[in-house]
């Protein structure tokens, strides 16, 4: 006997510091984020990359009929009467419930505030006002790592919701992990706002949905819950879109409203299980980003650098035209007044030059300034002409083909240089490290 209690408290001491340690992995890997020096979110910014900072926990949105017990089944998880119960419609607007260092409830703004993330809600007219967040300082299952967000009791016909109900379930139905569907043998389980925003969500995130047959204590015999069942399964199916086979519904209750003492098989330990996989695909996925995302800023990086060394060199191809054109524009005047005077004043211009570099001047130019003479008296003035366009032409080119662009400067590469070694160096050890420590407690916990 006192082995066996033993080994139920080891165990559970296994699971807090499982529970522990994928809290430190989320909450690490969202540090590595948002960091404001240099967290992955502001580096990626400066490269014009939009990264989002993974959350720390999952997200579970629980939907169904107006008292399927979608209320009671959060008290459940988290051991404490957060949300309010009872046959009459108890929640009419949308409530996180999460864990924190202290009992508080929360209003619209404050929650928006807190989940940054459910800000596009705003735009839902009247939700903001119909929106609360419940802080728990409960522990208990894996609680610390789950946000639960309490949905209004979906009915059909004369009853107004003071905001688009369907609207905002679907857009929380974008932000969540988990989708849970509560379908209850007594209420209007098969209510047809329930039904389409069922078929509305699987369109988008069928791998997120989950279907539980609740208050399955309530659901009289075996028989009698095997016709409501089917019931629920054929209308669902008839829809187009959720026509799959072989419908899971696994059949749940708190156990401690089971009143009636109904033996019905009780699969709410089914919905921990889900909860807890979906925690360490998260985890997995997180950390797999995490890597995705260094590789990304570092790609960036270096096509950065690459291609400012690209522009660098094209830089300096565009100087050397430059200075080409440059020149040939200034050559063409400077020839055209040597070899006019050559041919117009050889004797003065001997004169001042001296005879030595007039034979020289003479042996280039010669053919010119004949070519000059050969210019009938009347053209001179259009030849001249011509050739200071054409001079100007090709100073119009150089100015033009000298165009370059700004590359960076060395403290910029020296910059960038870093980015790429701290998410190479320092934030992918920390990945591996992370992942590391996630797979041995995972290995561990198969050990015992
Ligand atoms: N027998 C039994 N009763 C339950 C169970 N879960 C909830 N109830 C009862 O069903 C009623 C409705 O439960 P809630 O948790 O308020 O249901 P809800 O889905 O949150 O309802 P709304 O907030 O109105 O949408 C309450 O009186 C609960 O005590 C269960 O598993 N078994
Ligand atoms: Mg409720």
């Known amino acids: 006997m006192s082995g066996k209690v033993k080994s139920r408290s080891s165990a559970n001491a296994a699971d807090s510091a499982t529970t522990s340690l994928n809290e430190k992995i989320l909450k690490e890997c969202h540090n590595l984020y948002i960091d404001p020096e240099n ?21 579970v949105l629980l939907i169904g009929n107006h008292s399927a017990g979608k209320s009671s089944f959060i008290n459940w998880y988290v051991e404490e009467h957060v949300q309010r119960t009872g046959v009459a419609i108890e929640t009419q607007g949308f409530t996180v419930v999460t864990s924190g260092r202290k009992r508080e409830s929360l209003t619209g703004n404050a929650t928006l505030h807190l989940y940054p993330y459910l800000e596009p809600l705003r735009q839902i007219e009247g939700v903001t006002d119909y929106l609360s967040t419940e802080i728990s300082t409960s522990k208990q299952k894996k609680f610390s790592l789950v946000t639960f967000i309490d949905t209004p009791g979906l009915v059909d016909g004369d009853m107004k919701y003071p905001f688009d109900v369907n609207r905002s379930i679907t857009w929380l139905g974008d932000t969540a992990d988990l989708i849970f569907v509560f379908f209850d043998p007594i209420g209007q389980a098969l209510c047809k706002r329930t039904l389409n925003l069922v078929e509305t969500l699987n369109e988008k995130h069928a791998d997120r949905m989950r279907f539980y047959l ?10 009698d819950r095997q ?14 879109g959720l026509n799959r086979t072989g419908f899971d519904m696994p059949t749940i209750y708190v156990p401690n409203m089971n009143q009636k003492g109904s033996r019905c098989a009780n699969q709410i330990e089914e919905v921990c299980k889900e909860v807890e996989r979906t925690i360490n695909q998260t985890i997995q996925n997180t950390l797999n980003s995490l890597e995705r995302d260094c590789d990304q800023i570092s790609q960036m990086v270096e096509d950065k650098l690459r291609e400012d060394s690209l522009q660098g060199s094209r830089n300096l191809r565009a100087r050397a035209r430059g200075l080409c ?4 524009g200034m050559l063409l005047p400077l ?43 009347a053209y001179t003035q259009y030849v001249i002409g011509g050739i200071l366009a054409l001079a100007l032409l090709m100073l ?51 050990d015992l």
Not at 325 to 328: D, F
Not at 425 to 434: A, F, G, H, M, N
Request: charged letters at 20%; hydrophobic letters at 40%.
């Open 39 to 59: 967290g992955l979110v502001k580096v990626a910014e400066s490269l014009g990359l939009s990264l989002l900072a993974p959350r720390k926990k999952i997200t």
């Open 214 to 223: 609740s208050k399955a204590d309530e659901a009289g015999h075996e028989s």
């Open 227 to 240: 016709r409501v069942m089917m019931q629920i399964v054929q209308e669902l199916c008839k829809r187009p």
């Open 325 to 328: 054109y440059g020149l040939l």
């Open 335 to 377: 020839l055209l007044l040597v070899t006019f005077l050559i041919s117009s004043s050889h004797a003065m211009l001997a004169a001042a030059l001296g005879d030595s570099l007039m034979i020289t001047l003479d042996i280039y130019l010669g053919p010119l300034s004949t070519a000059w003479r050969s210019v009938p008296k």
């Open 396 to 446: 119009l080119v150089a100015k033009f083909s000298s165009r370059t662009a700004a590359t960076m400067s060395r403290k910029q590469k020296r910059k960038l240089g870093e980015i790429s070694n701290y998410v190479q160096e320092t934030v992918k050890s920390k990945k591996q490290s992370l992942y590391q420590e996630y797979l041995q407690q995972s290995v561990a916990e198969q």
